[in-house]
Nanobody, 127 residues
Framework: QAPLVESGGGLVQAGGSLKLSCASS????????MGWFRQAPGKEREFVAA????????DYTDDVKGRFTISRDNDKKTVYLQMNTLKPDDTAVYYC????????????????????WGQGTQVTVSS
């Protein structure tokens, strides 16, 4: 079983909303800092959002601040990305990732520090 599995992607009109989920099978999920990244066609993968182990600290790239919300449920071993007011530029494959060596309140935008990745879920926003 893959350690991280994303779901919730799809096709939505501009201005609409989607909620992505990432289910973890890792025993130590509550000690993992989690992140969401995305990769648009022809572009490099980029950081979107991250959440610390306890959920008490979050970080967002400027482009999604005020529109996206990252959250986690440690009992369900799941991290979420609520995406509102979607734009065509948000079209991408979205990946969740686990940073397993994070301190309690630490997150990171550096994808090289993430140890596990999901397979990705496609989000397409039509204009």
């Amino acid at each position: 079983q893959a350690p991280l599995v994303e779901s919730g992607g799809g096709l939505v009109q501009a201005g609409g909303s989607l909620k992505l989920s990432c289910a973890s099978s890792r025993r130590a999920f509550n000690r993992d800092s989690m992140g969401w990244f995305r990769q648009a066609p022809g572009k490099e993968r980029e950081f979107v959002a991250a959440i610390a182990r306890s959920g008490g600290y979050t970080d967002y790239t400027d482009d999604v601040k005020g529109r996206f919300t990252i959250s986690r449920d440690n009992d369900k071993k799941t991290v979420y990305l609520q995406m509102n007011t979607l734009k065509p530029d948000d079209t991408a494959v979205y990946y969740c990732a686990a940073y397993t060596r994070a301190l309690v309140f630490l997150t990171t935008r550096d994808e090289s520090l993430y140890d596990y990745w999901g397979q990705g879920t496609q989000v397409t926003v039509s204009s």
